[in-house]
């Protein structure tokens, strides 16, 4: 098991209820975070418009995920 | 140079700043709050940014548009927080020798920002709804 | 609309008076005089108009425009008399729905100006010499 | 012979010496205008760098000219 703080942000964080939580996950990746988090998100699977960074670096579904990560769950961006 | 702020903002001083005296061109690009969005009444919008990201990915978007059209200067602000219908949400300027490079360096800029940044835009509409643009198709997605 | 004008250009007003509420994109484009030009330091330009076909011909550009890319207002204005470098020769604007008609219309309006309307723009360069833009070039072209 | 009012712009005005004149003129075409007054404007031959009107209007270096018309010689233009 790994302690990893997982951050949600817009629709993600609306659901959730809350920005921001510490969790003990069996997690290798970040698309592994991303799954176990499902319930409190709403999303259904990472797809090609969610976004994900790990400690402040954009990063990829498949990034592996440390004990003592910060993993960021963005879902699709759009600004301007 | 890239910047979030929750304060309106003023492109009369961004442009100053870009003033050099071997710029011929400046072209610049403004994201204005519209009334209507994929045919609803909008009533207001609200965005949110993680600044942190938005500032690294941002940067790196400026050198992008740098290697490829020589530019002199370019800035960008984005707004967070409540915009009404008419207010300024991103502008986006670039100083160049040519207006070639300017053109292209300001339409590669505001692209690219738009599908890179951790920006998100909510829109209230006039009849009370409200919703996370994008993010019903995002669901759609994950439904299927 | 278009207009001549031989005194400063005032960007903040004329972009003022291009607000829609259905205008998502606005795109502007601003030719500067440049401190060089082919290679040779200039000291400043003097722009000289014929205002009546400027009007007209200014008018069938924006016309162009508006029937291949469906903006919402536009204007552009050009200075005559002595400029300075830095300051501001030609202000083009363009408020459309989207982004893309913005810059597209933008571009082709600039470019069209340049070449279609009649301006003329005498550099007085840094070493004392003066010459009209382009006219060299057309001068070369009739001698051979 | 055709009476012509002759304008003459930026470089052409400078090399002229004036700004207008009026001339007769045995001239059918605006290209015979600008022939017969070269040595005022000093530009060698109309090419596609230098543009003509009639009486304000854009013209074409083909277009006739009538007794009476005002032609302006435009040297290539150069806005922005």
Not at chain 2, 32 to 50: F, K, T
Not at chain 2, 73 to 92: F, K, M, Y
Request: glycine fraction near 8%; aromatic fraction near 8%; charge should be negative.
């Amino acid at each position: 098991m790994k302690t990893i703080t997982v951050r949600y942000f817009a629709m993600f964080r609306e659901h959730a209820g809350l920005g921001e939580e510490t969790l003990s996950l069996d997690v290798a990746t970040a698309k592994d975070v991303f799954e176990q988090t499902r319930l409190r998100h709403g999303s259904r699977e990472p797809n090609g418009h969610c976004k994900v960074a790990i400690n402040d670096e954009m990063a990829d579904w498949s990034s592996p995920v440390a004990d003592g990560d910060t993993v960021l769950l963005f879902p699709p961006v759009a600004g301007g | 140079m890239i910047e979030v702020t929750a304060t309106r903002i003023e492109p009369a001083e961004l442009q100053a700043s870009l003033q050099d005296p071997g710029a011929g061109g400046f072209c610049s690009f403004e994201g204005w709050v519209r009334n209507v969005n994929e045919g609803r009444a909008v009533e207001r919008l609200e965005y949110e940014a993680y600044e942190p990201l938005v500032i690294a990915e941002g940067e790196k978007v400026l050198a992008e548009a740098l290697a490829q059209f020589p530019y002199l200067e370019a800035r960008c602000v984005h707004r967070t927080g409540l915009l009404e219908i008419g207010d300024l949400a991103v502008w986006v300027g670039v100083a160049a020798p040519h207006r070639d490079e300017a053109f292209k360096a300001c339409r590669y800029i505001i692209d690219e920002l738009k599908v890179r940044l951790p920006i998100w835009k909510k829109e209230h509409y006039v009849d009370g709804d409200s919703g996370w643009v994008n993010c019903e198709r995002c669901a759609e997605h994950g439904a299927t």
